[in-house]
């Protein structure tokens, strides 16, 4: 895996939300609709390793809310004062920080997803 762990952007940081301090921000659609896969790649990624995140709806018409993240797609992670955009890239960093503690597709995984 090449995952270069990005590095701390003080501009971006977001306190106060979840007690873990990580933020995913994931394409809401009509009726809150929660259809993409880039972002259920990373809510699979965080499900593997039991890490909750306060989840950040956005709508197609709103991604100037992830400009922070020098781009314009979701999924975004935030973990304290580290952003992480790009799902691959959120996977490579969780597997660089967070234990796995649930293999894929496991019993109750699908609970958390
Ligand atoms: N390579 C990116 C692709 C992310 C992506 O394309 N996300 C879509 C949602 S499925 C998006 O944010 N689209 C916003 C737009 O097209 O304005 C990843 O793996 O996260």
Redesign the pocket.
Known sequence: MNASIPQPNPSSVVFGRAPNGLVLYE?SAKEDRRF????W??RMALAHRKLTPDYVP?R?TD?TMVAFSGQ????VLIDHSVTV??????ACYLEAIYIRVAPPYSEGTRDEI
């Open positions: 394409l993409s896969p880039f972002c790649k990373a956005v197609f991604m314009d797609r979701v999924p955009a790009d799902s691959w890239n959120i």
